[in-house]
RNA sequence: GGUCCCUUCGUCUAUCGGUUAGGACGAGAGAUUUUCAUUCUCUAAAGAGGAGUUCGACUCUCCUAGGGACUACCA
C-alpha cells in the first residue's frame, strides 16, 4: 500500500526568500496537490546567529501572495510539531544520544581555531577516518577525561562517525543513481553544545523522519551531501522508511555565467524575491515582485515552466490548478535554467490583459497618485481598455533601447499621461508634428473645431455618426493634426475615442491651445 | 585541487533509436491600421567536439571541452 504523499518546504529564516526557494516550494506544491498529499512548512533556524527578526513573516506572506498554501506548519498547525527546530532540541538532543550509544558518532573537543590551525598547516584536510584519531575526540581520549572536560564546561562537538570505503548510492527522482563513495565524506558535526542545537543535517533527517515525509524535493546544491543524509538515514536504523529524493536543477543568471544573485536583478532591473524587503539591519531595499506590479499568476506560470514544462499536454499559460494536474517531478530537466526576465514580463502582460479593466485601477490609480491625479475606477477602467495593448520603451542590461509590450500598470503613465494632463508645449523637432502640422493646418483645424462645437451628442457613436460624413464631404484627413492637439504626439488611441473621453469642452480648448502655439 | 551534476535555436524547452528536430519568449519581414501599437501571417535560428555500440543516434557508452554545485561548529 502507498503511503500518503507529505513533502516539505524548510527555509532557513536568514532573509527574504530567493525566487529559486519560491520555486521550489512551488514544485513541493504542486507535488502535493497532485498526490493528494501534505505541504508541510518547516523553520530551519538551527544556526542561531544568522537568525533575521521578521524574514520567516516575509516567508509566509510571500507564499500568501503566491497562492501556495501549506497544509501543516509554522503558523499553519498540524499534529507533527513543533515545526521550528529551535523548538526541538529535546527531541534532536534524545536522537543525537542514540547515535553515540550505538557508536555511529562521536564528541570532539577541537575548537574552530585549532580547526582552522590545522586547514592551515595540513592541506586539504579533512576530519575523517583518515584523521580523526589525531585529533581530540571521545576516540582519542579516555573515558573519564571525556566527562572530565564536559564536566569542566567544555564546549563540544558530537560528529558523525563515516565509515570509509563504501559506494552511498542515492536514488534520485530526476537524476537516476548518483553514488559517492563515503571515503570523500568528512565526519560531519551534527550537533553543538554551544547553542545545544544540531546542525542542518541532523535536524533535516530527524524531522523528516518524524514528520513522515516521503519525497524530499530540494535545489541541487544538496545533491553532494544526499549521501550523508542517506548514511544518517541508515545510521538511526530508519533506511526502509527514507524518503525519495528530487534535487531540482538552479537558477541561472540572464547573462554571464553563475548561479542567479540579488546583484544580477539590481543591474537588470527585476526583483529575486517575491516581496519588497526592507533589511532591518542595513535599512536596503530590495525589490519584490509584488511592488513592481507582477501578478502571483504570472509568476507562478513563470516559474513553474523554468525547469520543467508539460511537453505538447498543453501550452505554457497555465493557471495554478492546470499546473497541478500536469506536473510531473520525472520531467523536470536536469541542467540550470537561466533567468529569462523578459519573458516574466511577458507573461505578466498576458495575464494583465486577462483581467478585466477594472482590476487594473488599485495599481493604476496609485501610479496616478504618484503624480497627484486622481481618476475615478471607471475613468481608469476606459483608460486601460484603450492603452492596454500599447507597447513602451525600456534599456535593457546592455543598454540598448528596446520595446516591449506593457507588462505592468506602472508602464502605463508615461503613454496615458495625455489622458489627464493637457499638452503644455509642442516639440517643433517632433516627427510626427513636422510630418503633421504643416501651412494651412492651423485653419484646417480651426475649421475642424468649429463643426466639432456643433456635435450634439459627444459620444463615440455620436462623434462618429456626425463628423464622419463631415471629413468625407470636406475631403479631410484631420486625424493627425487632431492627435498633435489633444495628445502632442504620435501616439495614443482612437481619436473619437480620445475625444469623448476628454469631453467637448476639454477637446476644444487643447485644439484651441494648439493652434495658437503652432500657428 | 577533490567529488558530484549538467550540455538541443540568443533564452526556456519537446523528442524517451527511425521526425522536413516541434513549441514558447526574443529577433526580423509582410499584411491590417486614424498615430504608436495591438492582432494576424511568414522567416531566420539548435543537437559542444571526438570516438564507439547499432541497419540506423539528438536519444545508449566512453573520452575531451565547457558550465554548475559542493567541499564550515551555514543552510
Redesign the pocket.
Known amino acids: 500500500m502507498d503511503k500518503k504523499v507529505r513533502v516539505r518546504f ?3 529564516p ?1 532573509g527574504p526568500l530567493h525566487i529559486g526557494g519560491v520555486r521550489t516550494a512551488l514544485y513541493n506544491y504542486l507535488f502535493a496537490r497532485q498526490h493528494g498529499g501534505d505541504l508541510i512548512f518547516r523553520i ?1 533556524d ?2 542561531s546567529t ?1 537568525f533575521v527578526p521578521g524574514a520567516e513573516e516575509y516567508i509566509i506572506e510571500s507564499f500568501k501572495w503566491l497562492g501556495i498554501q501549506f497544509d501543516e506548519g509554522v503558523s499553519f498547525g498540524g499534529d507533527h510539531g513543533p515545526y521550528r527546530q529551535s523548538e526541538r532540541r529535546d527531541i534532536y538532543k534524545k536522537y543525537v544520544q542514540v547515535l553515540l550509544d550505538n557508536g555511529k558518532a562521536y564528541i570532539a573537543f ?3 581555531e ?2 582552522d590551525a590545522k ?1 592551515k598547516e595540513v592541506e ?1 584536510f ?2 575523517d577516518a583518515s584523521t580523526r584519531l589525531q585529533m581530540r575526540n571521545s576516540l582519542t581520549l579516555a573515558p573519564e577525561e571525556v566527562t572530565r572536560l564536559i564536566e569542566e564546561g567544555h ?3 558530537v560528529r558523525f562517525r563515516i565509515e570509509p570505503g563504501r559506494d552511498v548510492e542515492v536514488d534520485d527522482l530526476i ?2 543513481k ?4 563515503s571515503s ?1 565524506l ?1 565526519d ?2 551534527l550537533y ?3 547553542d545545544e ?5 541532523l ?1 533535516n533527517i530527524v524531522d523528516d523522519h518524524l514528520m513522515e515525509v516521503t519525497h524530499v524535493i530540494r535545489g ?6 544526499a549521501p550523508l543524509h542517506v548514511l544518517l538515514y541508515e545510521a538511526f536504523g530508519w533506511a526502509d522508511t527514507m524518503p525519495r529524493f528530487a534535487h531540482l ?2 537558477l ?1 543568471k ?1 547573462i554571464g ?3 542567479l544573485s540579488k546583484r544580477d536583478g539590481d543591474k537588470l532591473g527585476f526583483p529575486v524575491f517575491p516581496l519588497e524587503w526592507h533589511d532591518p539591519k542595513s535599512g536596503e531595499v530590495s525589490s519584490g515582485y509584488r511592488e513592481k506590479g507582477y501578478l502571483p499568476q504570472a509568476v507562478v506560470n513563470f516559474l513553474a ?5 508539460p ?2 499536454a498543453h ?2 499559460m497555465m493557471t495554478l490548478e492546470e499546473l497541478v494536474q500536469y506536473f510531473d517531478l520525472s ?1 523536470c ?6 533567468f ?1 526576465y ?2 516574466a514580463a ?1 507573461f505578466n502582460h498576458q495575464y494583465l490583459l486577462q483581467q478585466p479593466d477594472e482590476a487594473w485601477a488599485p495599481a493604476y490609480g496609485k501610479v496616478l497618485a504618484e503624480q497627484g491625479i486622481t481618476a475615478s475606477v471607471s475613468q481608469m477602467a476606459e483608460v486601460v481598455r484603450m492603452m492596454k ?3 513602451i520603451e525600456y534599456v535593457d542590461g546592455q543598454g540598448n533601447k ?4 506593457i507588462s505592468f500598470a506602472s508602464d502605463l503613465w508615461p503613454l496615458t499621461k495625455f489622458f489627464f494632463v493637457a499638452p503644455e508645449a509642442f516639440d517643433l523637432e517632433d516627427k ?1 508634428i513636422k510630418k503633421n502640422w504643416k501651412e494651412g493646418t492651423a485653419d484646417e483645424m480651426t475649421r475642424f473645431s468649429q463643426r466639432l462645437a456643433a456635435v450634439e451628442t459627444w459620444t463615440v457613436e455620436g462623434l ?1 455618426a456626425e463628423i464622419d460624413p463631415w471629413v468625407e464631404a470636406e475631403q479631410l484627413r484631420p ?2 493634426a ?2 498633435v492637439c489633444l ?1 502632442g504626439a ?7 475615442e480620445l475625444a469623448a473621453f476628454l469631453g467637448k469642452e476639454e477637446t476644444l480648448q487643447r485644439m484651441k491651445f494648439a493652434i495658437t502655439q503652432l500657428g
Open positions: 524548510a527555509p532557513s536568514t530551519e538551527t544556526d544568522r577541537d575548537t574552530p585549532e580547526l586547514r586539504n579533512q576530519y564546549q563540544y562537538v537524476r537516476g548518483v553514488v559517492i563513495n570523500i568528512d560531519k558535526v553543538k553544545s554551544a542545537l544540531p546542525t542542518y543535517h535536524a541541487e546544491e544538496w545533491l553532494p551531501s536543477p538552479l541561472l540572464p555565467n553563475g548561479k515552466l523554468l525547469g520543467w514544462n511537453g505538447e501550452d505554457e520531467k530537466s536536469k541542467n540550470g535554467a537561466k529569462d523578459v519573458k511577458w495593448t500599447k507597447v528596446k520595446k516591449r509590450n510626427f462618429k486625424w493627425n487632431w492627435r495628445v504620435g501616439q495614443g488611441p482612437d481619436m473619437y
